[in-house]
């Protein structure tokens, strides 16, 4: 199984995501930040067409909400970062699971957690808040050896 490619950029054009695809992209990032319901709603459509997944990133609970009224959404994911501020904090994740997580596992969506996930433990604190999987950028970048940083994040050493 090849890990799958996602395309993390500010999607804001149709043409944006055939040109993902058309280099091998598997997911898109929309940000309900910065698109319309309207353009999600199709968006998603073109990347089922597509054999894409959208994995469409919410900061807080009226994005959340807006989301969640959206059929056919597969993977959220909770950004632990303001967008107006940049200030990160973690907690976002866990109080945005707390007030729709029952929604959100009615539903069968995936979240995501990101930003924010340096160490094990922040790995750990958004996965007890109900995410299944993590997007994890900055903490890597900054690493010498990624492979052996990511195995950290989750605890595990990588043995030589």
Known sequence: MQCPLLCKEFV???W???YARSKG?????LIAAVL?????????RICKNLGMTALIEVHDE????????????ELIGINNRSLETFVVDTSNTRMLMEKRGD???EKGILVVG???????DDVAYVHSAGVSAVLVGESLIKE???GRAIAGLFGKELLS
Do not use: C, H, N, W
Request: proline fraction near 7%; charged fraction near 35%.
């Open 12 to 14: 804001i054009d149709i």
């Open 16 to 18: 944006q995501i055939y």
């Open 25 to 29: 992209a598997d997911a898109i990032l």
């Open 36 to 44: 319309p319901d309207l353009d999600m709603k199709y968006m998603l």
């Open 62 to 73: 009226k994005e959340l909400d807006r989301v969640l009224r959206i059929d056919g959404v």
């Open 103 to 105: 929604i959100i596992k």
């Open 114 to 120: 990101e930003s924010g996930l340096f160490t094990p």
């Open 144 to 146: 010498e050896d990624p």
